[in-house]
């Protein structure tokens, strides 16, 4: 009896809490608590985060937003409008404008940036779902969705990504399907049709934020689709004029984007950009009023071929009337549509990689149950129990979001980074497939005998209350668990690097972590943003000094962050990974003098002695002496004898200072990560500048080196080494039109002062050479120069 009433007691309150004037509140605060927790930390998550901010303040500092700038992209600068559209930096820029009243800094308004999108996408799912549904489905969907960590992850405080707009567009969009969809009746005709216009508008808006935001309008077609056809199958025509009114809706939209384009930046196949005119061009495509291929395409075939769809169901409505045969006609068009995707896959996919071009990097990884898990937990097994709601009579809301998930699933599967965008769909499934199991399961108790049908009765509401609790806890632990990549060390490293450098220095460091060298030392990375297949192959010792002065290398950053993504390195760079091994083995213990790292089957043991110390590796279970043995203590590094005699080809490196070894082959050991990291035997031309004990290194690369400098309101070019003999000069305006451009000779001169009168030039790339050979390369804006810019927040 007692575990009855527990029962009745949650089923009472559950009843209670999914009550609209309940539920959108509890939901919000979850959702918002939840996406809050990382502000418990110092830095920002990930990497992409700091290029973002790094903008937005530079530009802020400045006064406006600026599309050249000589921060990023190495010695050539980087345009903005050939990345993200302005939506992107503005965004927060808002917040903080908007905030800033209240005392709260650039740094925490941009940080909270993604958790008030995030938070009004979990609320617009919420009502769009109630409007479809009702709130025991609206309240499990939006639950859900709040706690689950594929949408957290994105949403967070302190980690700010593009797709977290589109999600909340769509979102948006799909309230502006719920509505007019739930309003039926001749006194609602011309206020549905005027609010089916939303949904078009707000897939256009997508468009100035994120370079990608194409799926958006996949998704809303997918809905306006989905929509015709239920309404064929239900015997309602009134929806298939709905779903036409939503095609034109989203042909605004379309115009909107380029619009939206024309002012602010194209996405990813923009005619301003290099692969939307590489798509065209293979294609036979030209450019006119519309400017971006994926609009183009869109305009010219997808809307017209949904609309006939429309029509044709429309038609066909008028024709055949029986349920069974509506059903046939619809399973042949998907028959059909499955065969040409079929048939066009290999077009299709090779689209895709263009669009998203595959790397070694996690997210555009196969989705793996793992990772589906990580990002869903328990809802994410339970995204097939939504197709019970097809086997009564289902609702319109069920073919609206069927259509949502046609598109949103296969992108989860697809890649990891889509699990993100793909959580509405997961939540939203999970959410109205649990009412429905709850339903059906309920129907099939009332057969049962009356001893057990009370029993069955009173547990079946811990349904409802159960997943969505395994849920939160799953959500909940997966984000405690996230945390900041960049650690003091790395700041101080590259704070330290911005103090002694010069601002058209530029940096070698690996890719992940060039937006830390933007944003920290504002100063070019090489890379940064994507993998680097030439930064890699230097660290492998396959790019010579020629290579590094080309690309006007200065400083050179190795870490143990570097160390620790070794494989990466080695797939990036190319070459076969069997030849190059590397491995970094953490502290596991110690036992009197004897130290032990290990990782897996291999360890290090290492017993200090007075003049030699006793070194094994083991490896399985073989045990072998290493050829050398080097040891990190406070800022020294020293190579120590080994007792006995060396019988492998095996090199190791213990720090002290930070509790770790690496274990290494020789080939491994004879690159430049290796030797810079681990010993004081590197080139003569480089010179150690900043060590943290075995953190993070970094070293100048002396060469012909060219450095700008403010003299008496002029620039001046100092050579360092001066054996060059030409020098380019090439002015930029700030959209990257090229209007300067002249070469002089220097041969025996120290000094340049730059000219004047460069045609308005706001950004100077130079080129130091002796003869043919480059000798240094760098970019600069003028006024960053003679005013300076500004610094970290």
């Known amino acids: 009896m007692g575990r009855w009433l527990r029962s009745e007691t949650a089923s009472f309150l559950y009843r209670k809490l999914i009550e609209p004037k309940f539920a959108a509140t509890i939901i919000a605060v979850i959702a918002l608590v939840l996406r809050l927790l990382p502000m418990r930390f110092k830095y920002l998550l990930g990497y992409d985060p700091y290029f973002h901010l790094a903008y937005i303040r530079y530009s802020l500092e400045r006064g406006e937003w600026v599309n050249f700038i000589t921060y990023a992209g190495g010695p050539w600068g980087f345009r903005i409008t050939g990345f993200h559209?302005?939506?992107?930096?503005?965004?927060?820029?808002?917040?903080?404008?908007?905030?800033s009243v209240f005392g709260v800094s650039l740094y925490n308004a941009f940080r909270i940036t993604p958790v008030i999108f995030g938070l009004l996408t979990v609320l617009f799912t919420y009502f769009a779902v109630l409007r479809l549904h009702g709130k025991r489905e609206a309240f499990l969907s939006a639950f859900l969705l709040a706690v689950s960590f594929g949408h957290v992850f994105r949403s967070m405080a302190g980690y700010y990504r593009?797709?977290?707009?589109?999600?909340?567009w769509y979102s948006a969009a799909l309230l502006g399907i719920a509505v007019p969809l739930s309003l039926r009746g001749p006194r609602w005709r011309n206020a549905r049709l005027t609010i089916y216009i939303l949904p078009g508008i707000f897939?256009?808006?997508?468009?100035?934020?994120?370079?990608?935001?194409?799926?958006?309008?996949?998704?809303?077609?997918?809905?306006?689709?989905?929509?015709?056809?239920?309404?064929?199958?239900?015997?309602?025509?009134?929806?298939?004029?709905?779903?036409?009114?939503?095609?034109?809706?989203?042909?605004?939209?379309?115009?909107?984007?380029?619009?939206?384009?024309?002012?602010?930046?194209?996405?990813?196949?923009?005619s301003t950009r290099w692969l939307g005119k590489k798509l065209a061009e293979e294609l036979g495509v030209q450019f006119g009023f519309i400017g971006d291929l994926f609009l183009l395409l869109y305009l010219k075939y997808i809307i017209p071929l949904t609309a006939a769809a429309v029509l044709a169901l429309l038609a066909l409505s008028r024709l055949v009337r029986g349920r069974r045969a509506r059903g046939a006609v619809v399973l042949l068009g998907a028959a059909a549509s499955i065969w040409l995707a079929f048939r066009y896959y290999g077009v299709i996919n090779d689209a895709f990689l263009r669009l998203f071009p595959t790397s070694p990097i996690a997210e555009t990884q196969r989705t793996s149950f793992g990772d589906w898990w990580e990002a869903y937990?328990?809802?994410?097994?339970?995204?097939?129990?939504?197709?019970?709601?097809?086997?009564?009579?289902?609702?319109?809301?069920?073919?609206?979001?069927?259509?949502?998930?046609i598109v949103m699933i296969p992108m989860a599967v697809v890649w990891t980074r889509f699990l993100f965008i793909s959580s509405l769909a997961v939540a939203t499934m999970a959410g109205i497939g649990l009412v429905a199991l709850y339903d059906t399961a309920g129907a099939l108790i009332e057969g049962v005998l009356e001893n057990k049908r009370r029993w069955l009765s009173a547990a079946l509401p811990l349904l409802l209350v159960g997943v969505p609790a395994i849920s939160a806890y799953q959500g909940t632990s997966t984000t405690m668990a996230v945390h900041p990549f960049v650690t003091e060390e790395g700041e101080s490293a590259l704070t330290y690097l911005g103090e002694i450098s010069s601002p058209n220095d530029v940096v070698l460091t690996w890719w992940d972590q060039g937006h830390?060298?933007?944003?920290?030392?504002?100063?070019?990375?090489?890379?940064?943003?994507?993998?680097?297949?030439?930064?890699?192959?230097?660290?492998?010792?396959?790019?010579?000094?020629?290579?590094?002065?080309?690309?006007?290398?200065?400083?050179?950053?190795v870490s143990y962050d570097t160390l620790t993504k070794f494989g990466a390195v080695v797939d990036t760079a190319g070459v076969s990974s069997g030849d190059y091994v590397l491995m970094v083995l953490p502290w596991a213990g110690s036992y009197g003098n004897l130290m032990v790292f290990s990782s897996g089957s291999y360890s290090v043991m290492a017993a200090p002695g007075g003049g030699e110390w006793d070194v094994k590796v083991r490896a399985g279970k073989g045990v072998v002496i290493p050829g050398r043995v080097f040891v990190e203590r406070g800022d020294v590094v020293r190579e120590v004898n080994v007792s006995g005699t060396p019988k492998a080809d095996a090199y190791v490196y213990i720090n002290l200072n930070y509790g770790y070894a690496v274990l290494m082959n020789g080939k491994?050991?004879?690159?430049?990560?290796?030797?810079?990291?681990?010993t004081d035997d590197y080139p003569g031309n480089y010179t150690p500048v900043y060590s943290d004990g075995g953190y993070v290194k970094i070293f100048r690369f002396e060469h012909p080196n060219v450095a700008v400098a403010a003299e008496n309101g002029s620039i001046v070019l100092r050579f360092t080494n001066a054996t060059g003999t030409g020098l380019g000069i090439y002015g930029y305006l700030d959209n990257g039109t090229l209007v300067f451009k002249r070469w002089?000779?220097?041969?025996?001169k120290d000094a340049f002062v730059l000219p004047a009168d460069i045609n308005g030039s706001v950004v100077v790339r130079y080129v130091y050479v002796r003869k043919k050979t480059v000798l240094d390369r760098g970019v600069f804006r003028i006024d960053d120069v003679l005013f300076g810019a500004g610094g970290t927040d």
Request: proline letters at 5%; glycine letters at 14%; zero cysteines.
């Open 162 to 168: 593009g797709d977290n707009y589109m999600l909340f």
């Open 668 to 678: 491994a050991f004879d690159t430049p990560l290796a030797r810079l990291m681990f």
């Open 516 to 557: 830390w060298v933007t944003y920290y030392s504002m100063r070019p990375p090489v890379a940064q943003g994507g993998p680097s297949g030439w930064v890699a192959k230097y660290y492998l010792g396959l790019v010579n000094e020629k290579g590094l002065m080309n690309a006007g290398v200065d400083y050179v950053i």
């Open 377 to 405: 937990g328990i809802a994410g097994l339970l995204v097939p129990l939504f197709f019970l709601r097809f086997l009564k009579r289902p609702k319109m809301g069920d073919f609206l979001l069927l259509g949502t998930a």
């Open 744 to 748: 002089y000779g220097v041969g025996g």
């Open 203 to 270: 897939a256009g808006l997508s468009a100035a934020f994120w370079q990608a935001y194409y799926p958006i309008f996949a998704i809303v077609t997918a809905n306006a689709l989905l929509i015709a056809v239920g309404g064929f199958l239900l015997g309602r025509d009134s929806y298939l004029r709905d779903a036409l009114v939503l095609v034109a809706s989203l042909a605004a939209g379309a115009l909107l984007a380029n619009s939206i384009g024309s002012h602010l930046g194209y996405g990813m196949v923009g």
């Open 85 to 99: 559209p302005l939506g992107l930096w503005m965004a927060p820029a808002y917040v903080y404008k908007f905030l």
